[in-house]
């Protein structure tokens, strides 16, 4: 038998509402009708091409006929049609999808077509056609054409392509089937006549690494693969020979590798420093590995930031994915190229189409619609489709067999070969920080993961701790113009394998104990470094290593006589009540102070006296700059004011959130009400200190379900008043605890504040950075800053990082959700602060205190080592200079890593403790932007808002 006619009856009317929203099965079945449609063995006696025909009206069937009928319009069939074909001798396949089923459906009634088989590749090549006959058939319809396939050539090529293969002629196979797909690319090219391209993106893990994988590698079709660093080096330990193909690969151009860093952490909830680390060690493993440095940057998890841009330009990214694979809230809109502003300013070219899951027949049925789109949309129209090596659908194959014979649906592109080789549209995005949103505290409860909340709050606090060391370390190796060798890389990478996004199985204790001893080493060899050749006194050293001033307590040993109350001693406050005492120092910002041990001791210094407690400050703690009066019935802070002023400056108070708001009964004779909020009550409270350079007050109490009497955690709550900086401390301790359970933004324990102006601008710092809070779920580590014209609060959480506003004067620090164990919280609250990132690290980081057997130093007790003049400036390391382009061959150098942290422009003067004789301003890779001017001792460099630079320094 051979058929003289192929009907594919489909489930519309026409293709202009040919279906493309249907499930996975009825897609598989549409899409393969017209691939086996061509098949050559079906095709080589028929007078015609295969055609399609509304199934809710067939024609009359007719024997040789095959009618090939998909899952999606067996319901449109007329009553009894399949009987009656079957009953005329016409071939009817009904309701089968998958595609091998298909063929041998098909091909099962024909007769032998010889001995000697078809040639496969040919066979798939025919099916391919059909595919992609469908897709331009589509594509034309969605981009509002009528259908523009020459017929007849199209015709002519196909049968007698289909002859050539039967009589195994592979010259005139190939060259009917090369005409065929021409004649389908010049059709796309009379309603879209430039290039549109088609990328192919792999993602790998070690776990799907196979043969298959394997053989993709040496293909010739142009594909991208996406790939952590650590799987990369996993990979490479398992399996070298694909590792070396997929250098050779990488250094052919025929992949473009897209990486983000050596880990896809949780990058915009950490520190910069943990920024960089992560992703400057992952270009070291990818040139270790690759032999070249990736230029395209993408990620699996979510990580997208305004902060990016900026980063990735100065290491010479030429683009980036910005789509979010994983989860997470972002600017969706969708561009093939958008040029990617930074916080900064940076452009970077982009590209936002969200990919197509390649493993789906939906997928394909779908994507001559979204090509449209892009056609229509974009300047440069592109679709991205995105699998796992094992690709278990035939239509990406097909569309990638179409490479060999004519780009007729686009060419495959590597992703850096989109934004070099193809025009930018000129289309700037500017996505604001408040515009993403990360899935990190859902994806860890969801997952049933331990302590979503302090995971991040250790890390952050270790982290800048660490960098603290690394400062007296490197300022010391500078002090004796010798390398800052990398000593403490194992460590830093022990400290990043800990974080958040570590497996959190190790000792965590063994690093604490190890990031102490690091710490405390390093603050001692700069603190040998300054005493050489003093005299012998004892004493004790205190470090700063911030940029500012800091006005610091200084614990005194019980015995030891005081300092005199000049220079950097602004104050002693005696020992009372089992409470140590207290000397408070002024240290220069990057400097240090000394202090005698020795020798007579000082009488403290007169100061003025507070007022005196009246019988009415039962529940108030105060000193010259506020008042703060504690809350009666909650036990948190009821009101902080100014002596002199009436207005509260905010509240607070422990509370625990229900995932819904609930009507409350009222009090005798009192209305219900609505709240969202359980309720807290306290129980007891004590006035703990009330003399020297604090004021403590302590209280207890409980939270409580309204509606059951039931109590969901008992808490303490210590609040500390500090006479020297204006700042509160609180202290909350949870025990007894009720862990809430389900949606962890709607359902938690929390700490509560909430101020007077509704007007007030609330801002965060995102990654060292300043950013407006713009929705009402947000995260920071470092601070949450209310301002308005004339105040300033400052909420520092001590590293926690998830918080909610809850209404224009409220907000929410979340504590406790579902997994956290941690039951003991430290929160400060600065007033009147300029710069918020100075308060937050005042609060959060310990002075560093070195006993000494020698001293003072000998230029000075006090003094500094680093100057930088401007405010809102952060030093994040200090380095060697490493690879660097300058033409300059002194051979002592180092570089500093600044950012300006307020958005605002300015120029820093930075000077150190000699003069260079030369300075360069470079990006984050070494090449040099720049030379900068001298004046004495100082560099002078400007600084954009936002700006990450690293200045070179030539001694």
Partial sequence: MTYTDVIILIPCHSLEDFPSDVGESAAAGLLNAFAVAFHPA?????????????????????????????????????????????????????????????????????ASTGDAPLDAEFVR?????????????????????????????????????????????????????QAAFEILLEAREQFYPVDSYLIDLCLLIPDVVNEEFAAQIRSTTAWNLLVSGTDLTTIAEQHPEIAADLKTAVAEQRICV????????????????????????????FRRLLGATPNVWGRRRFGLSPVWPQILQQLGYVGALHVAIDDGIYPDAEHSRMRWQGNDGTLLEAFSRIPLAADGAATFLRAPQRLAESMDNDHVAAICFARWPEVKTPWLEDWRRS?????????????????????????????????YFTPFLLQHVARREANPISRYADHVLRSQRFDQARWCQAMSRMLHQQPISPDDLALRQRLEAAGPDG???????????????????????????????????????????????????????????????????????????????????????????????SGPSATPAKRSSLRPRMPNDAWTIFNERFEVTLNEATGGIGQVRHPQKRQNRFSQLVSFRYPRERQIPGGEGEPPFKSQYAETRCTGHQLIREHGAWQEFATEGEIIDQLTGQVLAQFQQRTKLDRYRPAIEIDVSLTAVVVPDGDPWNNYFCLRFAWESSSAAVTRCLVDEASEVSNDRFETTEYIEI????????IIPYGLPFHRKTGPRMLDALLIVHGETRRDFHFAVAMDQTYPLEAAREATLPALIVPTESGPPRGASTGWLLHIDTRGMELLELHDLGETDSATTSPVGYVLRVLETE???????????????????????????????????????????????????RF
């Fill in 42 to 110: 079906i095709l080589h006696k028929m007078p015609q091409l295969p055609r399609w025909h509304r199934a809710d009206d067939p024609p009359h069937p007719q024997p040789g006929q095959l009618v090939m009928i998909p899952e999606s319009s067996v319901s449109w069939l007329p009553h009894d049609w399949v009987n009656q074909a079957r009953e005329a001798e016409a071939v009817v396949v009904e309701g089968v999808s998958d595609r091998d089923e298909l063929l041998q459906a098909a091909l099962l009634p024909l």
């Fill in 125 to 177: 090549d025919c099916l391919a056609l059909g595919t992609v006959w469908l897709s331009v058939e589509l594509l034309t319809r969605h981009m509002r054409n009528f259908g523009n396939v020459d017929e007849i050539r199209f015709q002519n090529r196909v049968i007698g392509t289909a002859r050539a293969v039967l009589a195994h002629d592979r010259e005139t196979a190939q060259a009917h089937l």
């Fill in 258 to 285: 897209l990486a983000a860093e050596q880990d896809d952490s949780s990058v915009p909830v950490l520190p910069m420093s943990s920024w960089l680390h992560h992703l400057l060690t992952g270009q070291q493993t």
């Fill in 403 to 435: 490479q060999k014979y004519a780009p007729v649906l686009g060419k495959f592109i590597t992703f850096d070969r989109l934004f070099t080789v193809t025009a930018s549209p000129g289309r700037i995005s500017n996505h604001h920080a408040g515009d």
């Fill in 503 to 597: 497996k959190r199985d190790g000792d965590v204790g063994e690093l604490t104990r190890d990031l102490a001893e690091y710490e405390s080493l390093s603050a001692r060899e700069l603190t040998q470094t300054l005493l050489h050749g003093a005299s012998q006194t004892p004493g004790m050293m205190i470090l700063n290593p911030q940029r500012f001033g800091r006005r610091l307590h200084v614990p005194w040993p019980a015995g030891t006589p005081y300092p005199p109350v000049s220079g950097a001693v602004k104050a002693i406050e005696p020992g009372q009540n089992q409470h140590p005492g207290e000397v408070i120092v002024d240290v220069p910002g990057f400097g240090f102070a000394w202090l005698p041990t």
């Fill in 787 to 794: 301002a308005d014209e004339t105040e300033r609060l400052t």
């Fill in 903 to 953: 958005g605002r422009g300015r120029t820093a003067r930075i000077r150190l403790f000699r003069s260079p004789i030369a300075a360069i301003k470079r990006a984050l890779s070494g090449t040099t932007e720049y030379p900068l001017p001298l004046e004495g001792d100082a560099v002078i460099c400007e600084f954009k808002p936002y700006e990450l630079a690293e200045i070179e320094l």
